[in-house]
Structures are given as C-alpha cells and as structure tokens.
C-alpha cells in the first residue's frame, strides 16, 4: 500500500520560515492536499491540488511537490501555526485516501 | 458551506458493533460534487482514512477495515453512516466524518466523536 513518510517534529521561531515534507513514491504525479490540526480541533484544509488555497487561509502557506516529495511552507510563522500538519493523497490505482504520520509545528 | 456531524453512542463494549452518523446540513448528500468520507484518529495519534461513499453508491474502503466495515447513505434524512464490528480496545479513536472534493481533499469536517471500546 501506498506509504507517506513526514518528520515528526518540526521547530521554527517566530518570524521565520517552516518548511514540512511528506515523502512517497512518485508523489509527483499525485495530487497532495495538506492540513492543519490544533489540540481538540477537527483538521483544517490549508492546502489542495498540491499549491492551491482554500479561501480563508493566508498566503503565507504554501505547497509544492517534486518526484518523491511535498513540500509545505510557512512563511513568517506566528505563534498561532502550532499545530500538527498532515499531508495527504489519493491513490488512484487503488481508490484508496492515505495520509502521512504527520508533523507537529512547534513555534519556539 | 456544508455542516457535518457526527452522533452515536460514545461507548462501545469490545466485539460490538460501533455505528455512527453523520448529518448533513448545507447541502444535499445526493450531490455529485462531493465524497462522504469517514476518518478516525487514535489518542494522541494520526489520521486514518477508513471509507468513503460518492451520491452514485461507489464505496472506497480502507483495506485495513475492509473485512469490518460498512458506509451507506440515507438520502431521506440526509445523512450517511459507518458501522464497524467486532470491535476492540484499538478501535477507540475520534471519528470524523469529511467531504471530499473533486481532487479527494477534505474540506469540510464534523467536529469529530469520542468512541471508546471498553467493557
């Protein structure tokens, strides 16, 4: 089955640039969409179709992919993107939705 | 905007069957523009995608599940549902349910339900 390997952690200080991969085969040719967790919440889509936003999230989020690899990036991280972020794609030789372990933000 | 929740009992005895509901309000659940999707996280883990339903009845499972579960709509009370049998202590999570757009992104989410498996 299709696998998406992400770090576990990630830290940032405020101000600067965060930058969360999510590795799998030829993810490239996939569409990756990314989320944002915070404690007690349901996830929040950030990301969809790998680079696009929905309405509402700022532009300092961002997404990119290359053959093996999906990239978020938070610029001018605030204290408030704390939070767990998961990738995730859709396999379509099987129909099968997979997400990654995921990576916990931590604003330092 | 599409509102989802989730309902159903909270506490599941091990080898039962969990079943839960998510309302749909916002929207109709005989749209073609949306996947009814189920997902579940463990305490303090991640995400797990467990199945999903389009208006047409196509139905996607998660192989992990597959033996075990079941998702279905009901376009009269615009909802859809999950069961899940014999279950144990492992099975105790939040459950969310989500739709998916037309490239599988989930855009919109329940508030999710605590079920623990527990005698």
């Known amino acids: 089955s299709y696998v998406l390997t992400q770090p576990p952690s990630v830290s940032v200080a405020p101000g600067k640039t965060a930058t969360i991969t999510c590795g799998g085969h030829?993810?490239?040719?996939?569409?990756v969409h990314w989320y944002q967790q915070k404690p007690g919440q349901a996830p929040v889509l950030v990301i969809y179709?790998?680079?696009d936003r929905p309405s509402g999230i700022p532009e300092r989020f961002s997404g990119s992919t290359s053959v093996n690899m999906a990239t978020l990036t938070i610029t001018r991280v605030e204290a408030g993107d704390e939070a767990d972020y998961f990738c995730?794609?859709?396999?379509?030789?099987?129909?099968?939705?997979?997400f990654g372990g995921g990576t916990k933000l931590t604003v330092l | 905007q599409l509102h989802l929740q989730e309902s159903g009992p909270g506490l599941v005895k091990p080898s039962e069957t969990l079943a839960l509901t998510c309302t749909v309000s916002g929207g109709s659940i005989n749209s073609s523009s949306y996947y009814w999707a189920w997902v579940r996280q463990p305490p303090g883990k991640g995400l797990e995608w467990m199945a999903s339903i389009y208006y047409s009845g196509s139905i996607s499972y998660n192989p992990s599940l597959k033996s075990r579960i079941t998702i279905s709509t009901d376009t009269s009370k615009s909802q859809y549902s999950l069961k899940l049998s014999s279950v144990t202590a492992a099975d105790t999570a939040i459950y969310f349910c989500?739709?998916?757009?037309?490239?599988?992104?989930?855009?919109?989410w329940g508030q999710g339900t605590l079920v623990t498996v527990s005698s």
């Open positions: 995730q794609v859709w396999d379509g030789s099987t129909g099968y939705r997979v």
């Open positions: 989500a739709t998916e757009g037309t490239y599988f992104d989930m855009r919109n």
């Open positions: 030829n993810i490239g040719s996939k569409s």
């Open positions: 179709f790998d680079r």
